[in-house]
């Protein structure tokens, strides 16, 4: 497989003629060959009358056929080898070994997929039998399954060349629970998109999936993004990204005739709370956890601690020393694009010159184009309520520490705070009953609340949730991560009274998928 620059769409290559494109070279910012042709309207519709046809039969495909799909795909994208993590490190500029840990991730969730599917319990199979000699009335015969939503538009980020792009959370997710997928390529990494792509679409061919399973677009966010949100056959979207583009095809979405949901993870500031005995006795080894962890991919993780609660006194002040002379040893990183890059200079040139902050450490200066400062703030309780830009998010290795006059305070500001992701808090035993007070606060604004630990770094597994209120997400009910991430994609319908013929298989009274199921609402597991 050799990239050539070309829209997959169904089974075909095909050279997108809506103006070229080249990838650029993150370290460098020169450009990198082959040219890219962007998709014309044609191509979109095109692309979605393949899905919308594929849907019913991809839908209906047995759970062990799905699986296998899933798998194949992982199989194919470990078999581009070489040549895949080496146009990704070049076209992110992110280390090798990063990529070799993202392709790992993103292998090891189409396979977690593959799982879920077989298992078969996402369908979420209901049966309430009938009961003809019920008084007064008879009770129907009623069986519930999930289908489906039909075929999913899914947004590479920029930030997850591969676990979150072209074969990403969302791809694997939206194809698990029976969607075909559309993605719209970022603009950030056009080789490595169209790589897995071919790996996609050489597993639907060797698994006899319907053609329209998927395909790959290039081309801007505004016309064929937004074309796609727009298709009527289009049924969902997912999105990883900055909080304007992601607002944006909400408004998109509602606007239709027929509104559709975004699962548009957005911006977050991930809050991190130092509670007195543990800032006191481990201050030191917190400040260079929380370095590490803020510099991480450059700082560019959705999760990263952008912003510090903590009391202000001396054990605070020799948080922030330890936490600038940490940040001191961090060389320069390279940021995904040059793009990317400017807006990270440009809030944090507007952090050093706001009247309020602090500029209280920076990493290495850079050597080469894309390289940047990593960067660490202090400012008071008042400042931090008084000035909303304070709250937004730097995307980058940034962060802002507030410096609090007691814990009532503290906690006053977390209420004030906009739905995170995630928020930590740094305890001791002795923090507890302090920490206890912020717990229903922290639950209603924050995915994940974890102790003594920081959010980069997620876990993909079954009780993870990667998601959170507005803005961090678009809808809070529902996780971009782990097995869960196949709910967004589903939906559930009846069936009453339905001839046993012409029921699907996961609700015949045989049970032939072997799957368990909830009959009289008690849940009746599957013979082994
Ligand atoms: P982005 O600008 O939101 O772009 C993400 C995707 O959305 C791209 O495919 C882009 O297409 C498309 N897009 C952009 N504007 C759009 C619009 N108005 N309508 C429809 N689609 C649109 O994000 P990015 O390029 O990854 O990074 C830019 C900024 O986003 C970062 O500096 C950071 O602030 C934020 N970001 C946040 C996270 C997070 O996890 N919190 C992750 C990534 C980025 P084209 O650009 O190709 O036209």
């Known amino acids: ?37 962007g998709a014309t309207k044609e191509d979109l519709d095109t692309a979605c ?27 194919n994208i470990l078999d581009l080898g070489d040549k895949l993590i080496d146009r990704c490190v070049q076209e992110s500029g992110l280390p090798r070994a990063r990529i070799e840990g ?76 029976g969607c075909p997928v559309i993605v719209k390529a970022h603009s950030a990494h056009p080789g490595t998109s169209e790589l897995v792509g071919m790996a996609i679409q050489k597993a639907v061919k060797s698994c006899g999936m319907p053609e329209g399973t998927f395909s790959l677009l290039f081309g801007s966010g505004r016309e064929i993004g937004q074309g796609l949100v727009r298709d009527p056959r289009i049924k969902a979207v997912g999105f990883t990204g900055s909080r304007h583009a992601g607002t944006e095809l909400l408004s998109v979405a509602a606007a239709r005739p027929e509104p559709i949901p975004v699962y548009a993870e957005m911006s977050s500031i991930n809050p991190v709370l130092l509670f007195p005995h543990a800032l006191e006795t481990r201050g030191d080894a917190i400040a260079r956890a929380f370095v590490q962890s803020l510099t991480l991919g450059a700082g560019q993780f959705c999760t990263n601690p952008g912003l510090i609660l903590a009391v202000d006194g001396s054990a605070l002040e020799k948080f922030i020393s330890s936490a600038s002379a940490a940040l001191a040893d961090v060389p320069a990183a390279t940021m995904l694009t040059p793009g990317i890059r400017k807006t990270f200079e440009q809030a944090v040139s507007n952090m050093c010159g706001h009247p309020h902050v602090r500029t209280e450490g920076r990493g290495f200066v850079g050597s080469t184009p894309n390289q940047v400062q990593g960067a660490l703030f202090s400012t008071t309780a008042d400042a931090f309520r008084n000035f909303p830009e304070l709250q937004e998010e730097i995307f980058g290795a940034s962060s802002l520490i507030v410096r609090c006059p007691d814990m009532q305070t503290m906690l006053e500001l977390v209420e004030s705070l906009d739905g995170q992701l995630t928020s930590a808090l740094h305890i001791d035993e002795e923090d507890h009953n302090d920490a206890r007070r912020f717990l229903p606060a922290l639950e209603r604004r924050t995915g994940r609340i974890l102790a003594n630990g920081f959010g980069t770094g997620v876990e993909v597994g079954h009780a993870m949730v990667h998601g959170g ?60």
């Open 1 to 37: 497989m050799n990239i050539a620059g070309n829209l997959l769409i169904g089974q075909q290559p095909v050279r997108g003629t809506s103006g070229s494109t080249y990838a650029i070279d993150a370290a460098t910012g020169e450009r990198i060959g082959p040219a890219f042709g």
């Open 469 to 528: 209120p507005y803005p961090s997400t678009a809808d809070g009910r529902s996780t971009s991560v782990g097995s869960n991430a196949i709910c967004r994609f589903l939906r559930p319908v009846s069936y009453q009274d339905m001839p046993e013929s012409l029921l699907p298989a996961a609700l015949k009274s045989g049970n032939p998928l072997n799957i368990n199921r909830r009959i009289n609402g008690k849940i009746t597991l599957a013979p082994k």
């Open 49 to 75: 009358a393949l899905a919308w046809a594929a849907f019913d039969a991809y839908r209906e495909t047995s759970l062990q056929s799905r699986a296998q799909f899933l798998e194949a795909i992982a199989s």
């Open 102 to 177: 993202e392709r790992g991730r993103t292998v090891g969730q189409l396979r977690m997929f593959a799982e879920i599917v077989r298992a078969g319990d996402f369908l979420e199979a209901r049966i309430d039998p009938a009961q003809p000699e019920r008084k007064p009335l008879a009770r129907v015969d009623l069986r519930l399954r999930h289908i489906g939503l039909g075929p999913v538009a899914v947004f590479g980020a920029s930030n997850f060349p591969l676990a979150f792009s072209v074969a990403g959370g969302d791809t694997a997710s939206a194809l698990a629970a």
